[in-house]
């Protein structure tokens, strides 16, 4: 990551002209982030707020503040990761431009006085002055991470449909199983909280559709998860490893369903391809939860049949483990609704369906032995 490593003077080298806009801003979103903001959030929900298209602007202000910050020594390593997603982005960190000073100004009376949000982090507050080099995530398996993250790369890579499902089964049969496991060896008593949050920024087009995916493969893989409809976005909460895993398989099996789609033709009974499109990912949507909820049951019996117990003997850690995370949600958001899904176009539902059956995660006998 350029993101510079010095504290020195970070405004001398902004034209005096504008220096007193840029630090505005940047103290505007200082207070955005004590209330709960991330990087990409910032980057992601400003334009919608404001209803503008400056989010390069934007962009340049948010690493501009994490030199002034110090945040490559101190953030933790999720708030890193999104700063170096924004700058492969939207380009290498540098200094606001007198291009910017306009909307940059508008900006700050939203950054100020703009929504808050539960932290699912410490705040930068809370940071430490160095950041101890080396400490993992606590929880995150990096080798299982890997060995699913090689798996659905060659998913996603292949052309050939079989060998796609057996790529993506066999990722799925590891996450099932590695999340089950860690669920039954978690101690009950601990009074350190295992649940984490994670926020996921849904790009256009079809923004409820490809959210409402996110939404079911969380649900099948032990997540909980909350859309924010007007801000296109998706939080889930669950195990650091949970939403590890629940990120790589969104993003596989998006890009899946975007390839299927591309492929698939609407109907010749009129659809428009935009309400073809919309009926195609919520056809994939809810048969992908389908089949993720089947193998989700098949990996606890393999599980229970290997601890040679029934699979009512894992029952109570499951729902522990549910009503705790339900109990997450409620307190962060006590006021939440329920949303119907829409109608959509029937052909691309049923398109969807089968797209999702070829992208098949059903933990099959033959990619099972050896796990």
Known sequence: MDIERTHRHPYDHIDPDFRDGVQDAVDAVRIRYEHGWQPMDVVHTTPKITGTDDIRAVARLVLFEAT??????????????????????????????????????????????????????????????????????????????????????????????????????????LMSRYSLSETLIREPDSSETWIRGRRFHIDNPYVAEKSSLLFTIAEANACRSVIFTNRSIVEAHGSANDLEQLDMLFTSLLVQATRAMAGARASASGSSTTSFRKGFLTGFAIRIGERLRSAGSRATEQVAAERSVPVSDLLPALAARKDELDAEITRRYPRLGTTRRRAFDAAGYHSGRVAADHASLGVQQRVTRGA
């Open 68 to 173: 002034t910050s110090g945040a490559a020594d101190r953030a933790p390593d999720e708030w890193v990761s999104q700063l170096r997603s924004i700058e492969d982005r939207y380009g290498p960190a540098r200094r606001p431009v007198a291009a910017d000073v306009h909307p940059l100004r508008v900006h700050s009376a939203t950054w100020r006085f703009g929504p808050m949000w539960g932290p699912i982090g410490p705040l930068p507050s809370e940071w430490p002055t160095v950041r101890a080099v080396g400490r993992p995530e606590r929880g995150v398996d990096d080798k299982m991470l890997a060995r699913i993250r090689g798996l659905l790369a060659k998913a996603e890579s292949t052309e050939f449909e079989e060998e796609a499902a057996v790529f993506t089964e066999k990722a799925q049969e």
